[in-house]
Each structure stands twice: as structure tokens, then as C-alpha cells.
């Protein structure tokens, strides 16, 4: 009888793998083998501004933090804020995009640290001229905003483009930062940038409608369909499923 038993058991085992033994005792199942369904989760940010930013975080947000201060804060350094209080996260982020504004990328900064790759350009000497003209005055929001939107305009469209010497020189900076604060299996910097186009309000922020319905030539779109997001900073999490 033991013996009898002994082999019903071994051909269970045979016919039935044990998670799924198991399951019909009240266990849980076994995965399918072609599952593709993501069992992991890693949480990070996605859009991050720095002091690169030129235009908003920087002149407008009065942003003075590098970059290296954004990539030790996500780690779980403990980082100073702005009003002096240390500050770390509870747990630290397993990725980070730092997504400045590629408009004028690291201008403000050059400006500011008198930086010799920029004023070695003619755009850069003429945008350190209009500077230290700004700098005179007083420091108000006001002052801040126009100096931007004049230097936005000096760069920008229909404007001197930037030489792109400089503008290689602070791509080659942020990717080389990515690469010494991405720590394999543990941390993953990325390098980003984030693009805004320019034109009619509908372009400004354009949804995946927009391009589509320029791609295929249709102009009369339904106004329930919106053409235009609203641009957001968030927290999102990336899903990975081991092949």
C-alpha cells in the first residue's frame, strides 16, 4: 500500500510540475512560460530641470543647481535645498532623465560662469554683451523674463543659431555626466533633453494627433479631439519583464 502511494505521488510530479501540485492545494499558480507581462517595477523621474535650462529653471526659476546635484538627490545623497535644509529621499530612485530644455542648453550657466567655449563664439559674445547689461539692473522677475526672451530670440528661430562647436561641447558634458553617475544594476542615469517646437498655439505641445493629422494631410479635425497637452513634470514608473 506505501508503495502504491509512493508511485502515485512520483507520477503527480511526473504529469503536474509542483507550483501547479501545489496550486491544486491551495498554492499558487506557476507562470506561463511565454508569459510578457512585466513582474518588475523600477520608479524614477523623467523630467527633471537644472540650471541648464536656460530659459525657465535657470533665469526664471532662479535654478542654481547642476546637474551633479539632481544625479546625487535621486541616488539618496543627502543634498542641500534651497532655503539651506538637508534634504534626502526616503528611497532612492532607481533611475533619472534630466530633461533641460534643448533651446539655449547651458547658455545661461555660460553666461554666467563667463564659460570660454560659448564667448569664443560671435552669438556668444554678443549674448555675454546683452548679459552684462542685465546684470546692471535690478534682479526683478520682470528684468529676468525679458532678458530671456530677448536672448531666446538671439538663439532661437529666426535668429544667429549657436555655433555648433558650443553646442556639441554641452551635449558632450551632459552625456559624460550621465555616464559617471549610472551605476549598472543599481542606478541608471539617462541622458535627455526635452524639445519644444515653435509656432501656432495647436504646435506648441502637440499630441500624437497632431503629427498624425499632419502626416496624413487632414485639416478639418473634430474639435473633441485635442490637439495640444498640457506639459506636466511627474514621477513615472518603467515596467521590465526579464526575457
Known sequence: MRLATRLSAAVALLLFPPAVVSAQTGGSYSSPVDRSTPTRVYWGDTHVHT???SSDANLSGLNTDKPEIAYRFA???????RNGMPVRLRRPLDFLVIA?????????V????ADPALLETSMGRKLDEAFRKFSAKEPTYANRRAFSGESSAMWGEGGEP???GYRRTVWHRVVELADVYNDPGTFTALAG???TSRGTPAQADPRWTAFDAKFYGIENIPEEVR???QERVYTSPIWYSPR
Not at 75 to 81: I, L, N, Q, S, Y
Not at 100 to 108: I, Y
Open 75 to 81: 541616488r539618496g545623497e543627502t543634498v542641500a535645498a
Open 193 to 195: 533633453y526635452e524639445w
Open 227 to 229: 490637439m495640444v497637452s
Open 162 to 164: 549657436l555655433d555648433e
Open 100 to 108: 533641460d530644455h534643448a533651446e539655449g542648453l547651458g547658455v545661461s
Open 51 to 53: 540650471s541648464l535650462s
Open 110 to 113: 555660460s553666461l554666467q560662469s
